[in-house]
């Protein structure tokens, strides 16, 4: 067996494990009936807050980007479903799912500032 050949069926089962984990959380921790609003809803217990303040999908804006953790991203991007409920591509609902992650982290700032 060659090297690359080795080495691409390592890459392969390292996304497939990746993919088989964010399934599970995202089975595990979806609350909702509607499919197309489960990664908006769990992608807090798939990605930290602090990686969504520091990368974003495409890496502008200086953060980094999620794109070069290629196995960890195309295994999340396989995730998220495709289906009539759904708004947008996977890519485009990962991108709104950031973004609500986000506005909520900075709307619980702001409360706690509040108090």
């Given at each position: 067996?060659?090297?690359?050949?080795?080495?691409?069926?390592?890459?392969?089962?390292?996304?497939?494990?990746?993919?088989?984990?964010?399934?599970?959380?995202?089975?595990?921790?979806?609350?909702?009936?509607?499919?197309?609003?489960?990664?908006?809803?769990?992608?807090?217990?798939?990605?930290?807050?602090?990686?969504?303040?520091?990368?974003?999908?495409?890496?502008?804006?200086?953060?980094?980007s999620l794109k070069t953790?290629?196995?960890?991203?195309?295994?999340?991007?396989?995730?998220?479903?495709?289906?009539?409920?759904?708004?947008?591509?996977?890519?485009?609902?990962?991108?709104?799912?950031?973004?609500?992650?986000?506005?909520?982290?900075?709307?619980?700032?702001?409360?706690?500032?509040?108090?």
């Open positions: 067996m060659s090297s690359k050949s080795y080495l691409r069926r390592l890459i392969k089962a390292e996304k497939e494990k990746y993919l088989e984990k964010l399934l599970i959380v995202g089975k595990e921790s979806a609350n909702s009936s509607e499919i197309s609003e489960g990664v908006l809803k769990t992608l807090k217990n798939i990605i930290s807050e602090e990686i969504t303040r520091n990368y974003n999908i495409e890496g502008v804006h200086g953060k980094k953790m290629a196995n960890f991203y195309s295994a999340l991007l396989d995730s998220i479903p495709i289906n009539e409920n759904c708004s947008g591509s996977a890519e485009t609902q990962l991108r709104k799912a950031i973004q609500l992650q986000k506005k909520r982290h900075f709307k619980k700032l702001a409360n706690t500032r509040t108090e």
